[in-house]
């Protein structure tokens, strides 16, 4: 009987799979990718056209053996990792490892073992059977394209990385994408930051028909004009002329408007959906839907793939599906809300339809009968998929507009004001799904007015007007949800990428979130500046999106990936050699300001250091020992948030890699985000990465304008600051009421080294005077040696104060001591 080995990339994914076939398979995962270039080295040689060196990714040797061995024994070998370009990648290099290059082969003695390629739309026994019965070669279009974007991120990557390094900080990246997207994040910023409020106002007339209800309508302007109201002013004086109009119904314009289904889910418009209705980060939802497509045990049935493959750009639904839901519409919702054909709807641009869009592979397997087998996680995804979908192939919401213009007479003078309100007529799709949005809109507004019977030259009587004051709003922030529709829109790398660039943008500590809108941070700012001024081309959205439209090129066939690449290099080439001479240098950056030091009352000056900005005394000479070495933290002014963004920043935070709940913990080095999965997830964030901690106000004036302090937490723990920052940048030290015993000139001062945030007590003299002590000292001599000062402990047996003489064995309880919180260890 003749065997075959079947490789796909995850356990999971193997044993969903292996139910489906027949005793003569034997499934094995290779754990993702198999080779890659080289950490060490760029891998790359630009000079022999751009001819890569892969190797087995460190860690993966035992995997590839492995494998190797079972090949040995079998006739055919199935290649079947996911559908795409990373997975016809895996597939390639498989191939490799395993003795051939996927091209179909007879086994011959003489000849190595046939390789063939198969590919699942779903994983199910239908999509299985499907694909092992159309098994083909590996398709070297598909593998060239993965191959340039590997080599177009490692070039810029490790070329533009060490600039970063040299010019700012070590442990900074570029990348090709990244950094575009977080241009995207800064130039909104600033924008914000730049944008002038213009006031405007608003007069909604509360008026009555003959019949019940009364409703508002709003002024547009003056006869058939329109007008803008600009300031109180206007607002007034059309105020006082509209209390003695007459009101007259102008017109009635009655119509009816349908509402169509949004189409099934493509993968951006997923992610996009999941953020604003579950509030989930779009690395986890593709972790669940990954999950939901490799299989899920569903009891007596075993492991089932709910869905169809979560990386898609395309909208087309098989004809089998399309029956087995156009079948189940009528039974469960009645024949009215079945169309007399299928929908169809119209993918974009590009868009790869060899896939079909994201589906549940059966839709008889209703959310809420498989609900007992899923993670609370897994069924709230599962359950939009299913809904979305289903609502694909219903019929459309049906609404009864109607727009009323008014007219309010008043002497010569005749302003117009207009209503428009809807009433559903017919619920259609909206029955089971309605789609996020990201802001209310008119149709909105058009729901909430209910009118009553009204005709053309009908008399109204005004009970009300209603004059507001409004400003114009800048843009908003981006949250994950409209990052990712900016990027897809611009054509910025793939929505299989997203995931990875939001990530990484976060990781590096380029952006923080505040209330679930993405900040650009100091460093980020300061990075996206450099690379943005010193290379023109290739951070440019525009050039960024046409790069990914010859990646599309090349996985179809009409461009040979080298080509390509030599034509980007030419550009980047450019860039680099400008940036290598003109990139600032950060690291000597001294940018004057108006402040003063606290210690010798020179001016200060804003430095640059490893964990970003700090004032510093200009005085300080690195060559002259007795030179001011005053330095204070330069708190970073945060946007304020406003009321629903503070509520999202309270909501419960899961970990951004297996779903489970974040707890805050305390370690040695202050508060940490963990998560509850640990040991088998060791997740951790530190308090200040994600999230902003909020102020905590004090009683406590400042000296210097006379403002409350407040608690703020900064790049090294918490510090006390000026409320009035920027206006006030007054930081206190943390004096702990104790002259320093080795100077007698000083103050001993409570510090946080800046390494590992270790608390020690130091001379406000430093580095004149070099006292330090691990310990906080107490103004008290020892009674047993004469030593001048005591500390205090913490010992496993409790608190104490002791003598740090080391020849004196002088120790008592310290019952006043505060509680030291229990120290937990991250993870």
Known sequence: MSKSLVIVESPAKAKTIKKYLGRGFEVEASLGHVKDLP?????????????????????????VAKLKKLAKDVDAIYLAPDPDREGEAIAAHLAEELGGNGSSRKKKKSDGIEIRRVTFNEITKRGVTDGFNQPRDIDRNLVDAQQARRVLDRLVGYQVSPLLWDKVRRGLSAGRV??????????????????????????????????????????????????????????????????????????????????????????????????????????????????????????????????????????????????????????????DYLPESANTFKSKKGAQD????????????????????????????????????????????????????????????????????????????????????????????????KLPPLEAGQTLTLRELKPEQHFTEPPPRFNEASLVKELEERGIGRPSTY???????????????LGGKFVPTEIGLVVTDLLVDNFKDIFDPQYTARLEEELDEIEEGQEKWTDALREFYKKFQKDLRYAEKHMENIKRMEKPTEEKCERCGAPLVIKWGKHGSFFACSTYDKDDPNSCTFTKENPIDLPDLDSADLQETTQEEYCENCGRPMVLKRGRFGQFMACTGYPDCKTTRRLDAGRKVPDIPLDETCPKCGRNMVIRHGRYGEFTSCSGYPDCKYVKQNYIGMNCPLCKDGELVEKKARRKGNVFYGCSNYPKCKFTSANKPLPEKCPQCGHEYLVEKY??????????????????????????????VAG
């Open 178 to 335: 990244q950094t575009v997207a977080l241009r995207l994040i800064v130039e909104r910023e600033r924008e914000i930051k730049a944008f002038e409020k213009k006031e405007y106002w608003t007069i909604d007339a509360h008026l009555a028909a003959a019949k019940p209800p009364a409703f508002d309508a709003r002024f547009l302007g003056r006869g058939e004009e329109k007008v803008e109201v600009p300031n109180g002013e206007e607002a007034e004086k059309l105020r006082a002329a509209l209390e003695r109009a007459d009101w007259r119904v102008r017109s009635v314009e009655k119509k009816e408007r349908r509402r169509n289904a949004a189409p099934p889910f493509t993968t951006s418009k997923l992610q996009q959906d999941a953020s604003r209705k579950l509030r989930f980060s779009v690395k986890r939802t593709m972790m669940i839907a990954q999950r939901l497509y490799e299989g899920v045990e569903l009891g007596e049935e075993g492991s089932i793939g709910l869905i169809t493959y979560m990386r898609t750009d395309s909208t087309r639904v098989s004809n089998d599906a399309l029956a087995e839901v156009r079948e189940m519409i009528p039974q469960q919702y009645g024949p």
């Open 795 to 824: 010992l496993k047996s409790g608190p104490v104060i002791a003598c740090p003489n080391k020849e004196c064995d002088y120790s008592r309880e310290n019952p006043n001591a505060a509680p030291q919180q229990e120290a937990h």
């Open 499 to 513: 995931s990875a660039i939001l990530s990484t943008i976060q990781e590096r500590q380029y952006v923080q979130k």
């Open 39 to 63: 950490k060490s080295k760029l891998g790359v040689d630009i000079e022999n056209d751009f001819d890569t060196e892969y190797i087995v990714i460190p860690g993966k040797e035992k995997v």
């Open 354 to 449: 060899a896939h079909e869009a994201i589906r549940p592979t059966s839709p008889a397997r209703h959310p809420d009968h498989i609900k007992q087998y899923l993670k609370e996680d897994e069924y709230k995804v599962y359950k939009l998929i299913w809904q979305r979908f289903v609502a694909s192939q219903m019929n459309p919401a049906v609404f009864d507009q109607t727009t009323v213009d008014i007219d309010a007479l008043a002497g010569e003078e005749k302003y117009w004001f207009r209503v428009t309100g809807s009433v559903m007529k017919f619920d259609g799709f909206l029955k089971v799904y309605e789609e996020s949005k990201e802001a209310r809109d008119e149709e909105d507004e058009e729901l909430k007015h």
